[in-house]
RNA sequence: GCGGGUGUGGUGAAAUUGGUAGACACGCUAGACUUAGGAUCUAGUGCUUAACCGCGUGAAGGUUCGAGUCCUUUCACCCGCACCA
């Protein structure tokens, strides 16, 4: 006898602490069956908790996890946190509380949080980026690409000892590798270097680095912050402004596998904005430098370009080049000196964010200096401008405003030449450039009739055979900087000693462990807080390195740890690696497309390169679930107060938006929040709450649609009876900052954990970004209390025996196994709760109590509601847990039909049915729809033109 | 501007190779039962119509016996990048 009702907290807590007992999703490295790896991005634990939309993706690995547990597979599935982060740092400094304290407790509230749902994590397995025993393997790695250098002859990194050897044998001029510039020298040169020198040297070749650049340096924040954390020339955290500032820092030479990295991607099956997001910001371009000799130069130098389009090169009328390219300053003539000079400076001192607001204003001078092109042998002349990027290329280009807009606009503000070179029909290139690369050449001596294609490869040809330049291969993608100026994130193991040069600790001096200081203040010259720590900083053997890792560090491996998580000799043992490999299934944002995704790719390759790992890619098939949005509400504020008092008003009062403050409001005040068919509002409960939560509008009035609240008294128009507040409802994210976070738990207690997995796949695929409606969520849960029914009568007994099996419920049970293992596969986890609800329905009609039949529709069920399948299973007898139950076979048998109910359609519209044997012939079908009086209705007593029989699915005549 | 994606009932959505558009749910309507509930069950529900007919997948063309699905043009929204030569 057990309960007569679904009771789901009853059966949701007791799984969960059986489960937990009985380690059940505890996984071995060693295994006969095939390992299957399925990973979630972990998550970083903020103090605002979980809310629905985090576990959406979870949800999604988990059924796949468990799916392919029942398959046959030893499934890896683990859950940790990346835990370093600005958030705890934030606080930290706000209120002195460490930040290793506020991480534990925000982890423990996400432990229950992701407990509460059921999933089937192998928590032995838990990993942490804060933890010394975790982050030893992060600076190991760290100590790798210190150590390394990136061969381009061999195509891989490899070990700077080698490099060392091959300077002291023949210097560095037979040396191809990825990184600075370095002059040529010869073994003897270098056996006279002295130590600095050399380190020197070496720093152009090592995949960690420092160098001196202009890094974005946020004033308010303290810290340096990545290209990616700055948005619109603001920090991403906080908005604040971003300058550039010159700074020595650390990077990690990520350009040194860009073609790799653009490469890999044809091999991995991601979705495709995710790789073209990568293909963009790798950004390659292929092309030719060309060296245009300054006219008159006392150094006789030549000013380098970089131009995918060497077929327009008869076009080039002008050269431009970026304010911060080195010679700026030799080339500005003594006469252009005021204007070119003026306008150099005044480009420097712009503000990104200027620059940027400002794309579309062509600004720019003449310095006075030409070129003699190297073709015509014609002086061009040479501008500056910032529309050239000194990071991009060699900082200057030939300018063709015939065919390039850019160029084009430039040539109409300063009255240039505009020469076309490529042959266009349709239009005026002194009006518009003709950017395409399509046409023929015309102006270009030997080019001239060729197609652009063929044009760029002699163009190139010509170059390379005159030597004025050469072919060439550019990468928008730059350097990674590596050093962040805060206290909460991984040491860096480096120490420089006096003469400033750095070396590695040794392998035992591992972890390099974080010190307790005393405040978290960034100390405003840009070095950590660690900097302060002066009996840490300063060690007998030099100065510590004071910046930490990236938050990006901890996770561009982590994957790897779970494979093997307590290693104390390596970051995971060969054998594991060599069972698990690849992450075979990966779920996470895509927000993360250019940064974790892309550092990861990269130091998979690397680790392969150093044979650490037998693979280079480290996720073999990835998912974006789509982001879970929130209503966002918010009332209208006057922005003149009326007698002194704050007014809102209801949304529909309002005639002019510009002349209200849109004031958020906590979702809980809300009347029919979240149904999209009423409008939702606040009532005089609602106002009195919202007065509470914001004292600072105690006094303020209502205007209401239906009369005024004054003080708490509700003044009605007519004969209200209660006030009607009406409130703007927008879709947007779900976070603290609105007020309107949906918690799980909640979720999860009201109606339990299966419904909410079920609920959130059932909301649509997973891809898609979708807006948080509770509504509908009834549904799902009618649905588990019906799949309870068909197993649990009133009285509470389990109804299922061993009477034979009902043809059609066989039919139901297979076509529910052909559909969801079909689904599942590639993640059509929406349609598969569809067809459960179908599954459920049709048993319920055909009043199935086959015990075999309905125990394997629990299995197929599990991994999508595990609580309840697992209770009913064990209401049938069994002891083993249904996770470990084997996935049902579909057999085709149990859905063979022998007639099919044709739709008979004329002129492609559906007419009628007709119930005919699939047994028949094409001719007989034909012969038997025609003599139907519906058809011969239809027909009117002609002949059809046509008829089109497809056996098996539809008739189709033609009149 | 460039790249990627999405447009289907009142709502979330389904339709996997071109073959009955709207499965499955929510909501709504009517009814049954009743311990009166936010429970359960039954029927209906794209638009239009008394019914038949007709119309219907953002819009306009096209291919086809047949188009949500393929092709061309176009509009709207979302995401990413943004002077990358």
Not at 585 to 601: C, N, P
Not at 641 to 660: E, M, Q, R, T, Y
Not at 742 to 750: A, G, K, L, R, S
């Amino acid at each position: 006898m057990s309960e007569a009702h679904y009771n789901h907290r009853f059966i949701e807590h007791k799984w969960q602490q059986n489960w937990r007992e009985r380690k059940l999703y505890r996984v071995d490295n060693q295994s006969s069956k095939p390992g299957y790896y399925v990973l979630d991005m972990f998550p970083y634990p903020s103090g605002a908790g979980l809310h629905v939309g985090h576990p959406l993706g979870y949800i999604a690995s988990d059924i796949v996890s468990r799916y392919k547990r029942q398959n046959g597979f030893n499934v890896l599935h683990p859950m940790g946190y990346d835990a370093f982060g600005l958030p705890a740092e934030q606080y930290a400094i706000q209120t002195g509380k460490h930040p290793a304290e506020t991480t534990a407790e925000n982890i423990a509230r996400y432990r229950s949080q992701l407990d509460r749902i059921g999933f089937s994590f192998d928590w032995s397995r838990e990993v942490r980026t804060c933890e010394p025993d975790y982050y030893k393997w992060t600076q190991w790695i760290f100590k790798q690409l210190f150590n390394h250098w990136y061969n381009i002859k061999s195509n891989r990194a490899e070990h700077i000892d080698n490099l060392v050897a091959i300077f002291e044998n023949e210097g560095n001029i037979n040396v191809a590798h990825a990184g600075g510039e370095v002059d040529d020298f010869i073994a003897e040169e270098w056996l006279h270097y002295n130590k600095r020198q050399k380190e020197d040297i070496l720093q152009h070749y090592r995949l960690a680095f420092i160098h001196e650049t202009t890094v974005n340096w946020c004033e308010e924040l303290g810290t340096v912050l990545a290209n990616e954390e700055v948005k619109d020339g603001l920090s991403e955290r906080g908005g604040y402004p971003v300058i550039k500032k010159p700074m020595t820092q650390w990077f990690l030479r990520i350009t040194a596998y860009a073609q790799r990295l653009l490469d890999g991607l044809d091999a991995i099956d991601w979705s495709d904005s995710i790789k073209e997001i990568q293909r963009n910001w790798i950004g390659r371009s292929e092309g030719a430098t060309v060296n245009f000799p300054i006219h008159n130069d006392t150094a006789g130098r030549s000013l380098e370009i970089f131009t995918t389009r060497p077929d327009t090169i008869f076009g080039a009328t002008f050269m431009v080049i970026a304010p911060e390219h080195e010679w700026t300053a030799d080339l500005i003539h003594a006469d252009q000196a005021d204007e070119a000079s003026a306008y150099v400076e005044w480009a420097k001192n712009r503000s990104e964010r200027e620059r940027m607001s400002e794309v579309k204003n062509v600004t720019g001078a003449f310095t006075g200096s030409y070129c003699t092109h190297p073709f015509t042998g014609k002086q061009v002349p040479i501008y500056v401008a910032d529309y050239v990027l000194g990071g991009y290329g060699t900082g200057a280009i030939m300018a063709v405003p015939a065919h390039d807009s850019r160029d084009h606009s430039f040539a109409k503000k300063f009255n240039l030449d505009i020469i076309q070179v490529i042959e266009n029909d349709e239009a005026d290139v002194q009006e518009a450039s003709f950017d395409a690369k399509t046409g023929k050449c015309i102006n270009s001596d030997f080019l001239n009739g060729l197609d652009v294609t063929i044009a760029i490869k002699e163009a190139i040809a010509f170059i390379d055979d005159k030597k004025l330049g050469k072919a060439q291969v550019n990468f928008k993608l730059r350097d990674a900087g590596f050093g962040r100026q805060r206290y909460w994130g991984e040491p860096i193991p480096v120490i420089f000693d006096d003469d400033n040069i750095p070396s590695l600790l040794g392998d035992n001096d591992l972890p390099l462990t974080l010190p307790t200081v005393d405040s978290y203040k960034p100390t405003g010259s840009g070095a950590s807080p660690l900097a302060a720590i002066d009996d840490w900083v300063n060690t007998p053997q030099g100065r510590r390195e004071t910046d930490t890792m990236p938050g990006w560090a901890g996770s561009s491996w982590y994957f790897l740890r779970y494979m093997d998580p307590n290693n104390d000799q390596i970051i995971a043992s060969n054998d594991a690696i060599k069972y698990w490999g690849q992450v075979d299934f990966y779920v996470g944002g895509a927000e993360h497309a250019t940064g974790h995704l892309l550092y990861s790719r990269f130091w998979t390759k690397f680790l392969s390169d150093i044979n650490v790992l037998p693979f280079d890619e480290p996720f073999k098939k990835l998912v974006n679930q789509g982001m879970i949005q929130g209503i966002v509400e918010s009332i209208y504020l006057r922005k003149e107060k009326i007698d002194g008092k704050s007014h809102f008003v209801s949304s529909g009062l309002v005639d002019n938006p510009a002349d209200f403050t849109q004031i958020p409001v906590h979702v809980d005040f809300v009347t029919d929040y979240k149904k999209t068919d009423t409008p939702s509002f606040l009532n005089i409960d609602g106002i009195r709450q919202f007065k509470e939560w914001r004292p600072e509008y105690s006094d303020a009035v209502f205007e209401c649609s239906n009369g005024k609240v004054i003080d708490g008294i509700f003044e009605a128009d007519g004969d209200a009876i209660e006030p009607i507040c009406y409130t703007k409802s927008e879709i947007g994210k779900m976070s603290k900052r609105w007020f309107n976070v949906v918690n799980p738990d909640d979720i999860c207690e009201e109606y339990g954990a299966d419904t909410l997995r079920l609920y959130e796949m059932f909301l649509g695929p997973l891809e898609d970004a979708k807006p948080w409606n509770i509504s509908g969520i009834d549904g799902v849960y009618r649905f588990l209390k019906k799949t309870w029914k068909l197993f649990v009568d009133k009285e509470g007994n389990y109804i299922p025996n061993a009477n034979p099996a009902d043809k059609k419920s066989l039919k139901t049970l297979h076509a529910t196994i052909k559909k969801v293992s079909e689904d599942v596969q590639r993640i059509s986890l929406n349609t598969c709760v569809s067809t459960f609800m179908i599954a459920v329905n049709e048993f319920t009609d055909q009043k199935c109590q086959n015990k075999e039949i309905l125990d394997q529709f629990l299995i197929v069920l599990s991994p999508f509601a595990p609580h309840i399948a697992e209770e009913l299973w064990e209401m049938g007898g069994r002891e083993e847990s249904i996770a470990l139950a084997t996935w049902p076979s579909f057999d085709e048998k149990h859905l063979v039909e022998d007639s099919k109910n044709y739709p008979i359609s004329i002129n492609g519209k559906t007419r009628t049915n007709i119930e005919l044997s699939l047994s028949l012939s094409k001719d007989e079908i034909e012969a038997a729809v025609l003599q139907d009086a519906e058809v011969q209705k239809w027909l009117d007593g002609k002949q059809p033109k046509k008829v089109i029989v497809v056996p098996g699915r539809i008739v189709n005549l033609v009149v």
